[in-house]
């Protein structure tokens, strides 16, 4: 059984410019939340997606946006980017909402 | 405002010194506590969820206890490959929540020195 990927590992941009990032859920979940975690902070939630449906929104503006697609698998995109979005980037998925979330290893975002 | 809030910020221990951490949390409706266990850089790897007051779970070293207002994660002879940050989660109950909402303490940093 296949865990949480998440691609890239790392990436740097720089302000103003916009970021995609991938994430392939686990085996059989349909479920995905986006948490962002700044250094020295927990994970704070993005968004959570089901069955390509966005299902709820944490306190970030709209230019933080998502997709789910038919294998469940999810992107998050950031426009105009800004220096205080550097961060480490999280995906979990679930076989449901309220489930057990695993997470995946990250991918670290420098905004320079 | 859901909050969870972990103590202490740091903790560093003796290898064989047991030693608890603590997660007190106010939610509307507790749906489930979790712990998760983190290494620098790398993503959350799942512990134990908890459920209802008086429960408790045991994973070799780590034994997890929930009451109404906290849960304490219990180190039981800790070994230098136990260093990492431990964080708590809770989710809420609250209609008004997103189901399966994470809500994350900012957690507890554990060095165990040999």
């Known amino acids: 059984e296949t865990g949480v990927t998440q691609s890239p590992t790392h990436l740097i941009k720089t302000r103003g410019q916009q970021v995609t990032l991938r994430c392939s859920s686990q085996s059989g979940h349909n479920t995905v939340s986006w948490y962002q975690q700044a250094l020295g902070q927990g994970p704070q939630f993005i968004f959570q997606y089901y069955r390509e449906e966005e299902n709820g929104r944490g306190n970030f503006p709209p230019r933080f946006s998502g997709l789910q697609f038919p294998n469940y698998s999810s992107e998050l995109n950031v426009n105009a980017l800004e220096l205080d979005d550097s961060a480490l980037y999280l995906c979990?998925?679930?076989?449901?909402?309220?489930?057990?979330?695993?997470f995946g290893p990250g991918t670290r975002l420098t905004v320079l | 405002e859901d909050q969870v809030t972990q103590s202490p910020e740091a903790l560093r221990l003796q290898e064989g010194e047991s030693s608890s951490l603590n997660c007190s949390y106010t939610v509307s409706g507790l749906r489930g506590l979790f712990w998760y266990r983190q290494d620098p850089g790398k993503g959350p790897e799942f512990l134990f969820t908890?459920?209802?007051a008086g429960e408790e779970k045991e994973k070799e070293r780590l034994k997890a206890t929930l009451t109404k207002k906290e849960s304490f994660l219990h180190i039981t002879a800790p070994k230098p490959e136990d260093s990492a940050t431990y964080l708590c989660?809770?989710?809420?109950?609250?209609?008004?929540?997103?189901?399966?909402?994470?809500?994350f303490g900012r957690g507890t940093q554990l060095t165990v020195w040999p």
């Open positions: 908890l459920y209802s």
């Open positions: 979990a998925s679930s076989l449901r909402g309220p489930d057990t979330q695993y």
């Open positions: 989660a809770v989710q809420s109950a609250d209609r008004g929540s997103t189901l399966g909402r994470l809500y």
